[in-house]
């Protein structure tokens, strides 16, 4: 097992782990960034747009990326995994295991001609299932680093991808990799996950192809997306009539997620306004019960959907099914004029889901974390970014719900603390 020495450790390289490490390397510290997923840009790469700005997402991420893989003071592991977390008496210890891409990252040049050559499709992942890629792939467009991965278990082993390799570095034997990672510091930025499709039952999310989830609808949305437009994934067809269904995965006791996600109304609001330009002739109505636009410019935000034509509808949607052409029929209560249940049908419908912890497992760092599985922030502390271990900081959604500003500006502070505890505090003494 080798042994990688660094001032801080960070855990997870979104935009929370990546604006860290380049603050903290700007002070003169090491940073080593390990990132579960073959590229780092964590779930912000994946997004259209992002709201109120309607900025492009992959023009804020991209050159974040950049940045964090050039930094002379940054390392990073991708593909790798956290066995352990332990703290020792001149700071902590960390077991990661780096997984086998079944190609040598030293000799490739990034040609791509192992993916052309390679005869197996297979789902793609960073599509969320809307497309296919093939077995031996560089996971998108603008991953970083740009090397393939090689999923062993849709290989066929035809041998295809390794004849037409021009450096002969695809392996079919390489092995985990154990490192030993010591740190003075560690940042947890694991992210989040969105609440599965079938948290639900009542909504069918995994059994009606033409209901989906926000981020798949953020990949309908971005221009290098899967099917390049909008379009139903049952039939290739455009849709006339569009629905949100506000709080799928949020504020429910009966799923076990009682609290609000603060981001969902924000970017079903930020989809629909989308559409509405990119659709215009496209009926497009979010059925909410309560709308909470609570960050700056967000009200003003709202207001601009509701004046270009976007439908708001104070409802609760009990049900979903479909016809038999596909089209997802959506059984709603309406709140504010008291009429009965009724059925209203739609094209497309999108869940509106909330935000989940990433992990709920700290690597054994005994981390105090609430009945959610976010990242408790000690009462008494005027950070953010503090939590009950000293030298373990935590920065984004990993201790809650929150959008991309505040996440970008707990990084900051997280980024702060970490380098007045290394430089301040004796580790050991």
Do not use: W
Not at 159 to 181: M, S, T
């Amino acid at each position: 097992m080798s042994t990688k020495n660094t001032d801080v450790l960070i855990l997870g390289s979104g935009i929370a782990g990546m604006q860290a490490a380049l603050d903290i390397g700007d002070n003169g510290l090491n940073v080593v960034i390990v990132e579960k997923s073959p590229s780092i840009g964590g779930k912000m790469i994946s997004l259209s747009k992002v709201f109120p700005t309607l900025d492009c997402a992959s023009c804020i991420t991209t050159p974040k990326m950049a940045a964090s893989s050039h930094h002379p003071r940054v390392d990073i592991y991708t593909y790798t995994e956290v066995k352990e977390i332990k703290k020792v008496s001149d700071g902590f210890e960390a077991v990661i295991i780096k997984k086998p891409r079944f190609v040598i990252e030293s000799e490739c040049i990034s040609c791509k001609k192992c993916e052309e050559a390679c005869p197996v499709y297979v789902t793609d992942e960073f599509e969320y299932g809307l497309g296919v890629k093939k077995a031996i792939s560089i996971p998108f467009t603008n991953a970083i680093p740009q090397f393939p991965v090689l999923d062993e278990s849709k290989c066929i082993r035809c041998g295809a991808c390794a004849r037409v390799c021009p450096k002969d570095c695809i392996d079919y034997l390489q092995k985990p990799e154990e490192i030993k990672v010591k740190s003075k510091a560690v940042i947890i930025s694991t992210g989040y996950e969105i609440t599965p499709m079938d948290a639900k039952k009542e909504y069918n999310g995994t059994k009606l192809p033409n209901v989906i989830s926000s981020l798949q609808a953020e990949r309908l949305l971005a221009p290098h997306g899967p099917y390049g437009k909008f379009l139903r994934p049952s039939d290739g067809k455009i849709p006339d009539s569009i629905a949100y269904v506000q709080c799928a995965g949020s504020r429910d006791e009966s799923i076990g997620i009682p609290y609000c996600s603060r981001v969902c109304c924000m970017y079903a609001i930020k989809q629909a306004m989308l559409l509405s330009g990119m659709l215009p002739l496209s009926e497009i109505t979010i059925y909410y019960m309560d709308m909470r636009a609570f960050g700056k410019g967000y009200e003003q935000f709202y207001n601009q959907a509701r004046a270009m034509g976007i439908n708001f509808v104070k409802a609760k949607v009990a049900k979903i099914t479909e016809d038999e052409e596909h089209n997802p029929i959506l059984r709603i209560d309406r709140q504010e004029d008291g009429s009965k249940p009724q059925e209203v049908k739609h094209d497309i419908v999108v869940l509106s889901q909330g935000l989940v912890p990433s992990t709920k497992n700290f690597f054994g760092l005994e981390l105090e974390i609430n009945e959610y599985g976010f990242v408790n922030q000690p009462e008494k502390s005027l950070s953010p970014a503090k939590t009950n271990i000293e030298g373990v900081f935590v920065a984004g959604v990993a201790s809650g719900p929150k959008d991309i500003p505040d996440t970008i500006m707990e990084a900051g502070s997280a980024a702060m603390e970490v380098i007045n505890y290394v430089k301040s505090v004796k580790v050991g003494s």
